[in-house]
Nanobody
Framework: QVQLVESGGGLVQPGGSLRLSCAASGNFVAIYNIDWYREAPGKQRELVASITREGTTNTADSVKGRFTLSRDNAKNTVYLQMNNLKPDDAAVYYC????????????????WGQGTQVTVSS
């Protein structure tokens, strides 16, 4: 079994910062790309940022320059540092990871966390 657990969400004022974590646990061989998505009420889930196993990152235009990704492969954890938060950033944030659970690449699958709420309000 593989589990992804997000943490670090909360209430922050506009202009504030939060750091989200996404930690993987369970029986697996390797973690590949990890993506952060967010879903606000009434809106479609959108891709916010991605990081490869090697550490190459991509961020959506809407958060570029404000959000940064990093990963600690030894801890099986990815961090999303969110600075200068805006009310439009409020959403439930989910991480998704491509994880291989066996020796063959065919054992790779996507796993989702349960989400963490980010509220930006004064």
């Amino acid at each position: 079994q593989v589990q992804l657990v997000e943490s670090g969400g909360g209430l922050v004022q506009p202009g504030g910062s939060l750091r989200l974590s996404c930690a993987a646990s369970g029986n697996f061989v390797a973690i590949y790309n990890i993506d952060w998505y967010r879903e606000a009420p009434g809106k479609q889930r959108e891709l916010v940022a991605s990081i490869t196993r090697e550490g190459t990152t991509n961020t959506a235009d809407s958060v570029k320059g404000r959000f940064t990704l990093s990963r600690d492969n030894a801890k099986n954890t990815v961090y999303l540092q969110m600075n200068n938060l805006k009310p439009d950033d409020a959403a439930v944030y989910y991480c998704k990871a491509a994880i291989r659970t066996g020796l063959k690449m065919t054992t790779m699958a996507d796993y989702w966390g349960q989400g963490t709420q980010v509220t930006v309000s004064s």
